[in-house]
């Protein structure tokens, strides 16, 4: 039995807004920031296979995998901005990001 | 399974492998302090929650009210996918049509690698370091 589509976009919602509110509720550490970040990813390819699935077109599937590096690369430096950060600052805080204010 | 075989097995070699592992690294290298981070947290969440389930029910709406149309081509494409892997076909699509686009996303993945070592590295002083050039031209 094929599972329709409608239950792999009701997935792919329920963890974009998981995501969305861990971007919200959190609003002092910069690593849950950047899972949050990857779990909005992650619900977007959800939604490609899923479509590209239905109409028998595996270009959705190529697209994932491009998503995938960006991705990849994406945390590579966010993480690496991240610990040269904290080796100025010494915490991870959000709030503490203000150089450009100074 | 969604005829993604090799999304699938990618999705968890470069999830588990790559981006867990990285993320653990740099948790484990900072010395945070979990109980200012929880500060506020309660202050926020009224506004989150109520952002996440408009958002959230709002999709859930659009969903409930769109059609999705079927493929027209399905039945032929069918027979086509059940004879040759996922994998093959997926390369034959990558390394002919999208080839420009997937030497693109290794050049990025390359400056990425790049970056990420060019901002976490630093010069310590009184660390003993070998220069290769003088330990070639020694007397």
């Known amino acids: 039995m094929e599972i329709p589509i409608t239950y792999y976009l009701y997935l792919s919602i329920t963890i974009f807004t998981i995501g969305l509110i861990g971007v919200f509720l959190n609003r002092k550490n910069l690593i849950i920031l950047l899972m949050s970040i990857e779990l909005i990813f992650l619900s977007s390819s959800i939604n490609f296979v899923a479509f590209s699935n239905l109409y028998q077109d595996l270009v959705g599937q190529v697209f994932v995998f491009f998503i995938l590096t960006i991705t990849a690369a994406e945390a590579a430096v966010g993480l690496a901005i991240i610990l040269i950060f904290f080796r100025i600052k010494d915490s991870i805080h959000i709030d503490d990001i203000n150089f450009l204010k100074e | ?139």
Do not use: H, W
Request: proline share 1%; charged share 15%.
């Open chain 2, 1 to 139: 399974m969604l005829n993604a075989e090799f999304l699938a097995m990618i999705l968890l070699i470069v999830y588990v492998g790559a981006v867990a592992v990285l993320f653990l690294f740099v948790v484990m290298m900072l010395d945070i302090n979990t109980n200012q981070l929880r500060q506020n947290f309660l202050n926020y969440l009224p506004l989150g929650l109520f952002i996440g389930c408009v958002i959230f029910f709002e999709f859930i709406l659009i969903i409930k009210k769109s059609k999705i149309l079927p493929s027209a081509f399905k039945e032929q494409q069918v027979s086509q996918s059940e004879i040759m892997s996922n994998t093959y076909l997926l390369g034959n699509i990558l390394y002919t049509d999208y080839f420009l686009l997937f030497q693109l996303s290794g050049i990025i993945l390359l400056i990425a690698m790049v970056g990420a070592i060019l901002l976490t590295l630093r010069k310590r002083e009184g660390v003993k370091k070998q220069n290769i050039y003088k330990q070639i031209f020694r007397e």
